[in-house]
T-cell receptor
Framework: AQSVTQLGSHVSVSEGALVLLRCNYSSSVPPYLFWYVQYPNQGLQLLLKYTSAATLVKGINGFEAEFKKSETSFHLTKPSAHMSDAAEYFCAVSDPNDYKLSFGAGTTVTVRA | DVKVTQSSRYLVKRTGEKVFLECVQD?????MFWYRQDPGLGLRLIYF???????EKGDIPEGYSVSREKKERFSLILESASTNQTSMYLC??????????????FGPGTRLTVL
């Protein structure tokens, strides 16, 4: 069984500052890992994913995440926050032999001018 | 562009009513999913389907049923709506061929309020 823990339900950053969103997973098999973003009143959009290739994954809008097996983590970062990054972010884990996703509780990001 | 559409953005129903939430995808995806999203709980899987007329329970199927008569359409049914089913409902689809590259594609969601 897979599960995800996102540390921090709300993160507030200044425009231009580093964005760091934490995700730790639990999985009985080597996992696939995903980060999704949800803008207000919209569905979820895939930011990036790890599927057993390179451990440093680059996604859209300048985001990247690093898979660290020893720490069971898949933290999301962006070097410089933009106002348009204000959204809710979800980490998700999947068994590679399955198509279901298990989601974390989500982290809401606000960006201060 | 892959498009997943949901029949309503907002829906208000009364307790005890039968409610249908419809989802249509235009990418010929085999897999379709229904989630509910609640603050602080993230997304929880209600039901999913790997093929036409096939369905499997997710993590929270109680009070819900589904129907998949055509590949592109996946319906979520609340047989007798209750106030604790007030939530945001999200539909998603994916293909085994493209899952590793694209993950699941989500619709815009239906915000259901049960009075």
């Amino acid at each position: 069984a897979q599960s995800v823990t996102q540390l921090g339900s709300h993160v507030s950053v200044s425009e231009g500052a580093l964005v760091l969103l934490r995700c730790n997973y639990s999985s009985s098999v080597p996992p696939y890992l995903f980060w999704y973003v949800q803008y207000p009143n919209q569905g979820l959009q895939l930011l990036l994913k790890y599927t057993s290739a390179a451990t440093l994954v680059k996604g859209i809008n300048g985001f990247e995440a690093e898979f660290k097996k020893s720490e069971t983590s898949f933290h999301l970062t962006k070097p410089s926050a933009h106002m348009s990054d204000a959204a809710e972010y979800f980490c998700a884990v999947s068994d590679p032999n399955d198509y279901k996703l298990s989601f974390g509780a989500g982290t809401t990001v606000t960006v201060r001018a | 562009d892959v498009k997943v559409t949901q029949s309503s953005r907002y829906l208000v129903k009364r307790t005890g009513e039968k409610v249908f939430l419809e989802c249509v995808q235009d990418m010929d995806h085999e897999n379709m999913f229904w989630y509910r999203q609640d603050p602080g709980l993230g997304l929880r899987l209600i039901y999913f389907s790997y093929d036409v007329k096939m369905k499997e329970k997710g993590d929270i199927p109680e009070g819900y049923s589904v129907s998949r008569e055509k590949k592109e359409r996946f319906s979520l049914i609340l047989e007798s709506a209750s106030t604790n089913q007030t939530s945001m409902y999200l539909c998603a689809s994916s293909s085994p061929s493209y899952r590793d590259r694209f993950g699941q594609f989500f619709g815009p969601g239906t915000r259901l309020t049960v009075l």
